[in-house]
């Protein structure tokens, strides 16, 4: 039986939020036709980076959904934001 990509799993997603290494690894390799994944920019040193950032905050924080869950806990979407400095 073959596994699914570390992406879609625990493996692949960091706990602070968003994909860890393998994560992005396993997706790229997943779908070869599309630009890679690059780790998350929460602090710009190039302008392609700042327009990254720019454009991951936006799309983000206007997504649908709570940012913690019923437990108390932050959801994906709140921790993949503060990893961002969103």
Not at 21 to 44: D, E, Q, T, V, W
Request: proline share 13%; hydrophobic share 25%.
């Amino acid at each position: 039986m073959a596994k699914t990509p570390a992406w879609t799993r625990k493996e692949g997603k960091d706990p602070k939020g968003g994909l860890n290494a393998a994560g992005r690894a396993s997706y790229n390799k997943a779908n070869p036709g599309k630009p890679g994944l690059k780790p998350p920019a929460p602090n710009p040193k190039t302008k392609e980076d700042e327009g990254r950032k720019r454009s991951f905050c936006a799309r983000m924080s206007g997504m649908p959904g709570p940012m913690k869950d019923e437990k108390g806990k932050p959801t994906r979407k709140a921790l993949s934001l503060k990893a961002w400095n969103c």
